[in-house]
T-cell receptor, first 113, second 112 residues
Framework: DTAVSQTPKYLVTQMGNDKSIKCEQN?????MYWYKQDSKKFLKIMFS???????INETVPNRFSPKSPDKAHLNLHINSLELGDSAVYFC????????????FGQGTRLTVV | DQQVKQNSPSLSVQEGRISILNCDYT??????FLWYKKYPAEGPTFLIS?????DKNEDGRFTVFLNKSAKHLSLHIVPSQPGDSAVYFC???????????FGKGTKLSVIP
């Protein structure tokens, strides 16, 4: 049973399209996150949700919008995709903030052409 | 401006020997430090952590050392095994934080 699962694993799409990446965790964690790993391999926080409330919203274009229908899900919607959005996006979850172990999904490789 | 630096992008070690991965951070506000391991096409997995009140934490073959005055931590793997070949990320945070700040990673190759 996968603890943090995200779909799809690969996503190839054209510039200007709108796409979503879904994330679900079955660990009962209160906090979920989206991270982006760019071409330089840095993993950077994008959003953090605690009990369905947005806690962190780093400097991310407002074309990116997270949506948390419940504690177990945190989806990422991206509007008007640009070439520079190509990256690997990781969902993660943890209990009570990140001082405890965070569990990551397998990643979604987004390629914008 | 990198707050967490892993200056060695790669490291090769013979099986059975010690692997030492290093990490430097810039902000003394950070008080909790973690190492994550990542295989290709998978997400990072938590390996070991240490809080600022300690200078060493050990878990089996893995030991993390923290030098607060130097703002430096290291991960020792002994003995190294081929299955340890992966990218290792150092991450830092502080009490009550909801984010991790990652280094760029070090790719470890353990040669049989």
């Amino acid at each position: 049973d996968t603890a943090v699962s995200q779909t799809p694993k690969y996503l190839v799409t054209q510039m200007g399209n709108d796409k979503s990446i879904k994330c679900e965790q079955n660990l009962g964690h209160d906090t979920m996150y989206w991270y982006k790993q760019d071409s330089k391999k840095f993993l950077k926080i994008m959003f953090s949700y605690n009990n369905k409330e947005l806690i962190i919203n780093e400097t991310v274009p407002n074309r990116f919008s997270p949506k948390s229908p419940d504690k177990a899900h945190l989806n990422l919607h991206i509007n008007s995709l640009e070439l520079g959005d190509s990256a690997v996006y990781f969902c993660a979850s943890s209990q009570e903030g990140l001082n405890t172990e965070a569990f990551f999904g397998q990643g979604t490789r987004l390629t914008v052409v | 401006d990198q707050q967490v630096k892993q200056n060695s992008p790669s490291l090769s070690v013979q099986e059975g020997r010690i692997s030492i991965l290093n990490c430097d951070y810039t902000n003394s506000m950070f008080d909790y430090f973690l190492w994550y391991k990542k295989y290709p096409a998978e997400g990072p997995t938590f390996l070991i952590s240490i809080s600022s009140i300690k200078d060493k934490n050990e878990d089996g073959r893995f030991t993390v050392f923290l030098n607060k005055s130097a703002k430096h931590l290291s991960l020792h793997i002994v003995p190294s095994q081929p299955g340890d070949s992966a990218v290792y990320f150092c991450a830092v945070t502080w009490a009550g934080s909801y984010q991790l700040t990652f280094g760029k990673g070090t790719k470890l190759s353990v040669i049989p």
